[in-house]
């Protein structure tokens, strides 16, 4: 069947897809919580403030069965609740500030191939981005078939520098100098 | 900086980039399934798309399975938008209803739906939306569900306005809802729009005719469905979602 087509999430979803908290996906409280932030930046390297990013990624154990309550309501007066702090979703949404940018805390996910690094799927939206595009956060140094094929400067695109302990930095640039590798999976 | 831009620039642009379409078509090339992200008439599209071309990976374990969402995820409530508030929101009640499938025709099962839109008079329930028209107090335009197992969604509303939008002087966008849809692999991922039939404003707007090809900006219509109305309540749309992903996903089972 053909395929229905994308369009932008335009810039109004900021009151329907994001939720307070969501970019935390680590337990409350988690000694092993990592935190990756960034910007999201245009082809002229302004900052986006309209941006959504969603990851996915495998559990620490390497499992990629998910848990359903990422997006928890409060079924007595139908607001968002937040995840109720004990289980691993491995799905996180979070909206970029007025300032473009963003910050994720979760857990270091696990190989979900064994002997591959382990990688944190990002799925990017935005006002003026007529369909969304995939990319990748790889954590730890490694190499896969993905990695070994790109040449360094835009195999760097796609790993996350360490700034202190538990936390790493990572931009996406949708355009230009330093543009992301952007991924299609066939 | 140069004149204002008009709808007549807008409309060149368009008619432009779709003769180019029809004359690629005509030499036998497919009509083009899917949008363009690079697409001038739309002028936020510009510094907004990659210039690399995508680059293919068919390692993609992670991309292949995706996020699940269950009971705790939707309330009863939210799939009826007319229901969020003490009163009745204003304007003309519709039922939008379909099923979700891969390219294979199978049901997308208890996926999540989410939906977004302005509300009867144009209006978005948003800060940054200063377009002067009312807001309804009875009216926030969110809603969400979970697919059936036969990849059904629905959702009870009000039919959403047309409003101006700064693409260029007098820029309108046809009347839509916004969808979101999951699918089993986080490589299904849907955003899409959801556009009314026969609206007039389909020709004038960049965002619609980002999608080149006629018969997938078809797609991308309800049809409105006589059975689907509800006599003395609501009128009825169908719209069926396909969801574009890896041939890993619809060739064979994917995983
Ligand atoms: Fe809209």
């Known amino acids: 069947m053909k395929p229905t087509p994308s369009q932008t999430v335009g810039p109004f979803f900021g009151y329907a897809l994001p939720q307070a908290g969501g970019g935390d996906l680590a337990p409350a409280g988690h000694p092993d919580a990592v935190v990756v932030h960034g910007h999201v930046y245009d082809g002229a390297g302004d900052p986006i403030p309209d941006a959504l990013l969603e990851f996915w990624q495998a559990d620490p154990a390497g499992s990629l069965t998910g848990k359903p309550g990422s997006m928890r309501r409060d079924h007595v007066d139908g607001s968002f609740a937040g995840r109720d702090g004990v289980r691993f979703t491995g799905f996180a949404r979070v909206a970029t500030d007025a300032d473009g940018h963003w910050a994720l805390r979760t857990l270091p996910p696990g190989a979900a191939t064994p002997g591959r690094p382990p990688y944190i799927s990002v799925c990017v939206f935005a006002r003026g981005l007529l369909q969304h595009l995939y990319t990748r956060v790889y954590l730890e140094p490694g190499t896969d078939p993905l990695l070994a094929s790109l040449d360094p400067g835009r195999r760097a695109t796609l790993l996350a520098t360490p700034e202190s302990p538990g936390v790493y930095t990572h931009d996406i640039r949708l355009q230009g100098d330093g543009e992301t590798v952007f991924l299609d999976f066939g | ?255």
């Open chain 2, 1 to 255: 900086m140069g004149d204002p831009l008009t709808q007549a620039d807008i409309d060149r642009e368009i008619a432009d980039i779709g003769a180019a379409v029809a004359k690629a078509v005509a030499a036998g090339e497919p009509e083009p399934e899917r949008v363009t992200r690079d697409y001038p008439p739309y002028r936020s599209s510009l510094l907004r798309h990659p210039r690399h071309p995508l680059i293919l990976t068919e390692e993609a374990e992670v991309e292949l399975r995706g996020p699940v969402f269950g009971v705790t995820d939707v309330t009863d409530l939210d799939r009826d938008l007319t229901l969020h508030h003490t009163g009745e929101p204003l304007g003309e009640r519709i039922t939008v209803t379909g099923r979700i499938l891969d390219r294979a025709g199978r049901p997308v099962r208890g996926q999540l739906v989410e939906v977004w839109q302005a509300n009867a008079a144009g209006r978005y329930a948003h800060q940054r939306d200063q377009h002067p028209a009312p807001l309804d107090p009875n009216f926030t335009g969110t809603g969400r569900c979970l697919t059936d197992d036969e990849g059904r969604y629905s959702f009870v509303t009000i039919k959403p306005g047309a409003y101006p939008w700064k693409n260029h002087v007098n820029a309108w966008r046809p009347a839509h809802i916004h969808f979101s849809i999951f699918g089993t692999a986080f490589a299904q991922r849907l955003v899409t729009q959801m556009y009314f039939p026969n609206d007039p404003l389909f020709p004038y707007d960049p965002i619609y005719n980002s999608v080149t090809g006629e018969a997938a900006r078809q797609r991308m219509i309800a049809r409105y469905d006589h059975d689907l109305s509800s006599p003395e309540w609501s009128l009825g749309y169908r719209w069926d979602i396909v969801l574009d992903g890896p041939s890993a996903t619809w060739m064979e089972e994917g995983r």
